[in-house]
């Protein structure tokens, strides 16, 4: 029983250091500690996520969404952001991270149960698909021109920039020209 004393003490010891010694991470707390640091060599894109739209159309939006914790007075939910571009980025990879790392909230549908094949952005900042009326929902254009196909499909380059704006008439209010938009 003696001889099991310092032994025992010895185990308690290690595990003590051990575990002082150790920082544990929740996945949240990894991915706000461990985005990547822009250097002069890194690729990097710009990301910005916005809903002016809905200012124009408030008296559409969901009653329960109407303060400023959902819909920001200025429209804008992400300002533009650089963020590095990782090799075979596409635009839900950055779109992914960055909300991870700013904490906004985000759904979205997985690309093996939608239709298209790709993933497909159903909320972001808790702003769904019809929150502001039947032809309402979150759109995303790289360098201007908005892509006939779904967020996990277009393979990111560098220097593009990510616009995720949010429509309330089925593209036209943010200049979805392929949808009769007007070019704003």
């Not at 595990?15 to 991470?25: F, M, P, R, S, W």
């Not at 109407?66 to 779109?95: A, H």
């Amino acid at each position: 029983m003696k001889k099991d004393i310092p032994l025992f003490l010895g185990i308690i010891l290690i595990v003590a250091v051990l575990v002082n010694g150790t920082h544990i991470q929740s996945v949240d707390e990894y991915y706000l500690t461990h985005i990547d640091d822009i250097t002069p060599e890194s690729k990097t894109v710009t990301l910005s996520i916005r809903c002016d739209t809905v200012l124009e159309n408030y008296g559409d939006l969901d009653p329960a969404l109407k303060s400023d914790g959902f819909v920001p007075p200025d429209g804008v939910i992400l300002p533009p952001t650089e963020y590095v571009l990782r090799e075979g980025d596409t635009v839900f990879d950055v779109l992914d991270r960055a909300v991870r790392y700013n904490k906004i909230q985000m759904e979205y549908q997985g690309s093996s149960e939608s239709p298209f094949g790709s993933v497909y952005i159903q909320g972001i900042h808790w702003l769904y698909e019809f929150s502001c009326g039947p032809l309402s929902g979150w759109m995303y254009r790289v360098d201007g021109e908005f892509p006939h196909y779904g967020c996990s499909r277009y393979v990111l380059h560098d220097g593009q920039v990510i616009e995720w704006v949010y429509t309330c008439e089925l593209g036209q209010d943010v200049g979805a020209e392929w949808m009769g938009g007007q070019g704003k």
